[in-house]
C-alpha cells in the first residue's frame, strides 16, 4: 500500500462529531473524507442559501436544501467509504453529549460564540477527556500569518482569536478554509499519534 | 505573582487575582470567553471567587463569531 493509503486505511477505525455544518464544518468534513476518515456525525438545522456559497461547501443546484442532507452527498460524491450520520438539529447540551459521545475527536464548528461556549463548556466539564477541535477568528481577508493553532490539554483552538464577523467584515472562503482545513489537520494530528507506516 | 497566561509567563504585582480582576487588569474585554486555570474549566459564576495565584497555568479563550 502507498502512504496515503496506509493513513486512509488507518483512519477507517475513527469517528470525528463535526457541530455545524457552515464554512468551517462542511470544509473540514470534506478534508477529512479525502483523506479516508471512517465516519462523520454532521449536525446542523440549518438550508444552503445563495449567501452560504462565498464560503461553504455546496453548490448552487443545493440552495434550499438542508445542509447536513447536501454535506453527505458532497462527502459521499468524493469518498463513498466514509459513513455520514446527519443529524438534522439546533445543538443543546444534551444532544452534544449523546450524538458526539462516541466519537474520537469533536470538530466545533458553530458560527455563534455562544453556541462556541456552549461545547466548550460541555465537552470540558462532561466529556473529558475527549479532544474538542475549535474554530475562533477567521473573518475578513488578508492577514493570513496571525492564524494559528495551539491548545490548553484536550482543547485545540485554530484561528487568530481576533477577527470577529461583522457587516464590515465578512466571513470569505479563503480564509474560513484556512481555519476550516487546520482544524482537520489538528484531528490528523491527534488521531495519527500512533499510526507507524509499514513498508 | 508570577503566572502562565495562554502559554507566557506574567508578572503581576498581586499575589492573587480573583478570575475577574485578572480578565479586568489584562484587558480581556469580549462578553464571551473561557478560562481554565491549570487545566480545570472555571465556570462563569466562578468568575469573582476563583483566583489564580502564584505558579498556575492559565488560558483565557475569547469566543468570537464567525465560522
Given amino acids: 500500500m502507498t502512504l496515503p493509503e496506509q493513513i486512509s486505511n488507518y483512519l477507517k477505525q475513527f469517528t470525528v462529531g463535526i457541530a455545524g455544518c457552515g464554512g468551517l464544518g462542511s470544509n473540514c468534513a470534506v478534508a477529512l473524507a479525502r483523506v479516508g476518515i471512517g465516519r462523520l456525525i454532521i449536525a446542523d438545522f440549518d438550508i444552503v442559501t445563495e449567501q452560504n456559497l462565498n464560503r461553504q461547501y455546496y453548490f448552487h443546484d443545493q440552495i434550499g436544501r438542508l445542509k447536513v442532507h447536501a454535506l453527505r452527498d458532497n462527502i459521499q460524491r468524493i469518498n463513498p467509504d466514509v459513513v455520514v450520520k446527519a443529524f438534522d438539529m439546533k445543538l443543546c447540551v444534551s444532544d452534544v453529549i449523546e450524538l458526539f459521545s462516541g466519537c474520537n475527536v469533536i470538530v466545533e464548528a458553530f458560527d455563534k460564540a455562544e453556541m462556541k461556549q456552549m461545547i466548550i463548556e460541555t465537552v470540558l466539564t462532561k466529556m473529558q477527556p475527549k479532544p474538542l477541535v475549535v474554530g475562533v477568528g477567521m473573518a475578513g481577508w488578508g492577514k493570513s500569518t496571525i492564524i494559528g493553532a495551539r491548545n490548553s490539554g484536550n482543547l485545540f483552538i485554530c484561528g487568530d482569536e481576533v477577527s470577529e464577523v461583522s457587516d464590515e467584515l465578512p466571513v470569505l472562503a479563503p480564509r474560513v478554509g484556512m481555519v476550516a482545513n487546520m482544524q482537520a489537520n489538528e484531528v490528523l494530528e491527534i488521531l495519527l499519534k500512533d499510526f507507524r507506516p509499514s513498508n | ?67
Fill in chain 2, 1 to 67: 505573582m508570577e503566572i502562565i497566561l495562554n502559554n507566557r509567563n506574567e508578572s503581576l504585582e498581586a499575589d492573587q487575582l480573583t478570575i475577574n480582576e485578572l480578565l479586568a487588569v489584562k484587558n480581556f474585554t469580549f462578553k464571551m470567553l473561557v478560562v481554565k486555570v491549570n487545566g480545570e474549566l472555571v465556570r462563569r459564576r466562578d468568575f469573582d471567587s476563583a483566583t489564580v495565584k502564584d505558579g498556575d497555568d492559565v488560558m483565557v479563550l475569547h469566543l468570537i463569531t464567525g465560522g
